[in-house]
């Protein structure tokens, strides 16, 4: 494994493994990840992800900068960069169009194609969750096709509903929770991806794929009764 | 239980945070000057991660409904009980009935009230604190309101001996001292520091920055000179922590407080320590900063010595209530 130490602050310690925005990047992110949740190192406060880092916050009372580095090193010994890697599949169900997604005619205009061709674009993309961020379960996504990419709104709304689905630039992504934002609106899912009482509160997990699909706004509707397990 | 007659500009309960839930995205949270809020659980014998009440500038008025042990640290609002003046920093009796009003804000920027027994919430993820833009933790997920009526807990058996002694002695007549504010709020550097332009660099150290209006739970956005990078950079997001002070691309730096989000993608200059972050906390819009630098060790060694304090105070509580 290739990586640099950095401190963050006074009690954190950053892993960097790159600077791109890049697959094989993540999954290194994804393996020590993976450890720190299975071993819980005592002097560990938490750990947070991001594209190409994993930072540790530590606890100062029990470990020097120097300290926690040497414990990091011997830690990340332990992982076999080769380790087979189980990646997840979700399928998440959005209704495009219409209100609950008011900008899908606005994307279809500015990229020259009709609604229909979005919706399959969209759906046919296979996308990777590259890290949670920005707002409680807000996957980062990677992946999207650039013929539907489109620019953020001049002005962000106040109010953007939870399980909104929008376009900012290359970028796709969810909303988890009602937020303001600038994203263009192409649908809506009727999926919790954060749910704090659930015992594992996030749906996604960085290195998940993502797979979108077309529902009706009747099943769109219907999903909350139908999909209860899921949700609760 | 409690219950809240005015509610006051921001009034929320809050513990030490919510830690643990970052790599889903979930900010931390809890007290914005964990100094204030540990001391008056302290006082009061509870658990220094118990729930306390931040009040923001206009605190609160609040009504109990049994006889309470209290303690208010923080800024000081002007707390009273029957328009007379109550006295901060030491544990407090309020009796079954009696209001406790607070007024001006005479200085400091947020008051903390603390109750023996703590506060009858459910946690959330792990905590008590109030994370009002999901809707979570606290009290239904929200600041305080008038009419709400709030349960307290079970005291502990420290909280009952406290209690006793203040009811047959009165009210102490000693106080814990307050963090005294410094000329300084001290950083560390940060990891894109080298990334400014030299005279950036010297600008963070010699001028004066002032906190903008524009300044909440979030973060302290600052007005003053421009701090500019020797070259555009994209940065990919990644983690930020309570007191890192991102420069925003006009140049404007912003210290990220309780309610951060969890990653940012602003270059970082430098990271207040966590031993002057209670100094900041009880900054407001208006007031002045200037900046030292320490080294990282010196920034280590200051908050394990401020970890020394509070386990000697705690130590102390206990001994002088045996």
């Known amino acids: 494994m290739d990586y640099h130490l950095h401190p963050l602050g006074e009690r954190g310690i950053l892993i960097e493994f790159g600077s791109q925005i890049d697959p094989k990047i993540q999954q290194q992110v994804q393996l020590v990840s993976s450890f720190l949740e299975k071993n819980q190192p005592e002097w560990m406060i938490e750990y947070i992800p991001a594209f190409a880092t994993i930072t540790i916050l530590y606890r100062v009372t029990a470990f020097t900068y120097r300290e926690v580095c040497q414990e990091v090193v011997s830690l990340l010994e332990h992982i076999n960069p080769a380790s087979p890697h189980q990646q997840r599949v979700v399928q998440i169900p959005v209704c495009y169009g219409g209100e609950l997604g008011p900008d899908l005619d606005f994307v279809a205009t500015h990229n020259q194609l009709t609604v229909d061709e979005v919706i399959h674009k969209h759906t046919s993309g296979s996308y990777l969750v590259y890290m949670i961020g920005f707002a409680p379960g807000f996957p980062y996504l990677g992946g999207m096709s650039e013929k539907i990419a489109a620019p953020r709104k001049q002005s962000p709304r106040l109010r953007i509903p939870a399980g909104s689905v929008g376009i900012a630039g290359m970028q796709t992504g969810i909303y988890p929770i009602e937020t303001p934002g600038g994203w263009q609106l192409i649908g809506r899912t009727p999926v919790e991806l954060f749910q704090p009482n659930r015992e594992e509160p996030c749906l996604l997990k960085p290195g998940d794929r993502i797979h979108f699909y077309s529902i009706s706004l009747q099943e769109y509707h219907e999903w909350g009764q139908k999909h209860h397990d899921f949700n609760s | ?322």
């Open chain 2, 1 to 322: 239980m409690i219950s809240i007659l005015k509610p006051g500009l921001l009034t929320t309960i809050q513990d030490l945070g919510r830690y643990g839930y970052q790599k889903d995205g979930v900010v931390v949270g809890g007290a914005m000057d964990t100094y204030s809020h540990r001391v008056a659980n302290i006082l009061v014998g509870n658990d220094e991660n118990a729930p306390t009440i931040e009040m923001t500038l206009i605190g609160a008025t609040i009504q109990f409904s049994r006889d309470s042990l209290i303690a208010i640290t923080g800024g000081n609002l002007s707390p009273t009980i029957d328009n007379k003046r109550l006295p901060m920093w030491r544990p407090i009796l309020i009796r079954k009935n009696q209001i406790l009003r607070f007024g001006e804000c005479i200085d400091g920027c947020r008051s903390y009230l603390s109750l023996a027994g703590g506060i009858r919430i459910p946690k959330v993820l792990g905590s008590a604190s109030t994370y009002a833009h999901a809707k979570m933790g606290g009290w239904h997920g929200r600041p305080l309101e008038a009419g709400d009526q709030i349960p307290l807990g079970d005291l502990q058996e420290l909280s009952k001996k406290i209690m006793e002694e203040v009811h047959s002695e009165g009210n102490p007549k000693w106080s814990v001292p307050p963090r005294i504010a410094t000329p300084f709020i001290r950083v560390i550097k940060g990891r894109e520091f080298q990334a400014f332009t030299r005279e950036s660099q010297d600008l963070l150290f010699k001028s004066e920055f002032q906190i903008t209006p524009a300044s909440d739970r979030m973060g302290y956005r600052l007005s003053g000179p421009a701090l500019l990078l020797k070259d555009k950079k994209e940065m990919l997001s990644e983690a930020v922590d309570f007191g890192t002070i991102q420069v925003t691309s006009d140049g404007k730096p912003v210290i990220l407080l309780a309610d951060r989000q969890t990653t940012g993608g602003y270059p970082k200059i430098a990271h207040v320590i966590s031993a002057d972050l209670p100094i900041l906390a009880q900054m407001k819009p208006g007031d002045r900063i200037r900046f030292r630098e320490v080294a990282l060790e010196e920034a280590q060694a200051l908050l394990r010595e401020q970890e020394r304090y509070f386990s000697i105070l705690k130590r102390l509580i206990e001994l002088k209530f045996r």
